[in-house]
């Protein structure tokens, strides 16, 4: 038996339970639950989180390649100063071509060495240091596409790549206003900066882009989604109907062999049974003859097909000393009255013109002018 007093904590207890159950809101739809309300920001991770700071000390390390060793001793004086902000070391060995990061004793936020690590590896891969910073933001994340293994061809993987960078890198930037992330493509990777909604866009479209699907497509889908993102009722339904859907159309015809086998009609009766070497010899005759005699028949068919190819040869060489074939002489038309020219009338017009001046007017000409004179000299009397 249970002692009464057990039993009054064992109520109060239940009472006390009971009153700290807050009453759920009966009307609250689920749509404004799952959203989240437009200004708010996660509170940023200060020391006054983790005072005693972390346990163990953590470090990564990760190699670039020779080209980028003096754009990193550059920068290297920023990229340090941007760490000690988060109590973080970071160091450049030039001699084995790595960079490390690692926490310190002050180090109190636990997931920075991620980002740190984050950091080193962007900056790897040919990504600027005034971007690549951006990733100790809490609300912003890096991805690393690797696209060197997608495509075996390599000048298919060249044609593709340049297919995502675009003419003039307008593809690439049409991305990154559409995703809200800086996008870089170098060598076998493609590195993407910015919110993690536009990095799970960007990583579609470079793997679609490598499986030989145009980028086009997909950026015009995410500029119908960014408008319908606009309209608060279409939050909640299926974008499915607006977005436009397209088909995978094989140009290429499939080539069709030189040789058809054109297939027979079908019989359920077998085909004849095919004659052998003995039914062949018994039907010629052959078979009954003696070996000397099979002997001879060999040879004689035997010597027919030289004779043949040495005739065939014999032909081939005589057609070199074949003369080819002249053309027929065509006798020149005489020429017919019509078009015969008079001569003596072109000799007379030569002797005409041989007397004639350069220069020097005909009769008619100059009686005109005499006339025009003579009334000249009668208008001024």
Known sequence: MASPSLERREKGAGKSEFRNQKPKPENQDESE???????????????EDNPRGLLEESSFATLFPKYREAYLKEC??????ALNEHHVNATLDLIEGSMTVCTTKKTFDPYIIIRARDLIKLLARSVSF???????????????????????????????????????????????????????VQGNTVSAIGPFSGLKEVRKVVLD?????????????????????????????SWERFLPQFKHKNVNK???????????????FPPPQPESQIDKELASGEY???????????????????AEAISKKQEERNKAFIPPKEKPIVKPKEASTETKIDVASIKEKVKKAKNKKLGALTAEEIALKMEADEKKKKKKK
């Not at 639950?33 to 200060?46: C, H, I, N, Q, R």
């Not at 290297?76 to 100063?81: A, F």
């Not at 596409?145 to 675009?166: A, C, Y």
């Open 33 to 47: 639950l799952l959203t989240v309300p437009d200004g708010w920001k996660e509170p940023a991770f200060s020391k």
């Open 76 to 81: 290297w004086p920023l990229v340090q100063k």
């Open 130 to 184: 005034e971007q690549a910073v951006r990733i100790l933001q809490d609300d912003v994340a890096c991805d690393i596409i690797k696209i060197g293994s997608l495509v075996r061809n390599k000048e298919r993987f060249v044609k593709r790549r340049q297919r995502l960078i675009g003419p003039k890198g307008s593809t690439l930037k049409a991305l990154e206003l559409l995703t809200n992330c800086y996008i870089m």
């Open 209 to 237: 882009t490598m499986k030989n699907i145009h980028p086009i497509y997909n950026i015009k889908s995410l500029m119908i989604k960014r408008e319908l993102a606009k309209d608060s009722e279409l939050r909640s339904q």
């Open 254 to 268: 499939r080539k069709e062999p030189k040789k058809k086998t054109v297939k027979k009609e079908y019989t359920p």
């Open 288 to 306: 009954f003859l003696k070996a000397n005699q099979k002997k001879r028949q060999k040879m004689e068919a035997i010597k027919a097909k030289q």
